[in-house]
């Protein structure tokens, strides 16, 4: 009688650490479901959005221009946010906040990437914390899941006259 139960037991225990590290895989390399708040992506992602975010560009450095990213806070690595990527190493990105009188520009160094949010006026940046290395990007969001009525791949940046091609 001990025997079946710990021999269940154990069972049990077996079949949760392989699904524990099944499912640990596919949120690490896979993708991920993404309940996105602030509103320094508006209008594109609004507050309590809900997006599905996959992670295999990251692995195979395929973030391009205009892709909308999850990466690590440089300023709280216990948090997550999500930014436009305007510019990708060596390119020129300018620096300044749009209401400035005077425009300032910069190149993205080897390693990194210039991140913006779509609602410049409200968002926390690399124009606040310079440019973000590649490291700490977690995934590429590509589809809006909620609300029903947005349901869809993303629109394009309503800045893309901040994209610089020089």
């Known amino acids: 009688m001990l025997r079946d139960v710990l021999g269940k037991a154990f069972r049990f225990l077996g079949y949760t ?51 909308i990213v999850i990466v690590k806070s440089p300023n709280d690595p216990r948090s997550n946010i999500c930014k436009r990527v305007i510019g990708l190493e060596g390119d020129k990105v300018c620096t300044s906040n749009p209401s400035d009188f005077l425009k300032s520009h910069s190149y993205v160094p080897k390693g990194h990437v210039w991140l913006e949010g779509d609602n410049l006026r409200n968002s926390t940046d690399s124009r606040c914390y310079g440019p973000v290395p590649y490291g700490l990007i977690r995934g590429r969001i590509c589809l809006k899941l909620w609300p029903l009525n947005d349901f869809g791949f993303l629109r394009a940046s309503p800045n893309s006259h901040r994209f610089l091609d020089d």
Do not use: W
């Open 17 to 67: 650490v392989q699904y524990g590290c099944i499912a640990h895989c596919a949120f690490e390399y896979l993708g991920g479901i993404v309940v996105c708040s602030g509103p320094s992506m508006e209008p594109t992602i609004q507050n309590s959005d809900v997006v599905f975010s996959e992670n295999l560009s990251r692995h195979f450095y395929c973030i391009r221009k205009g892709d």
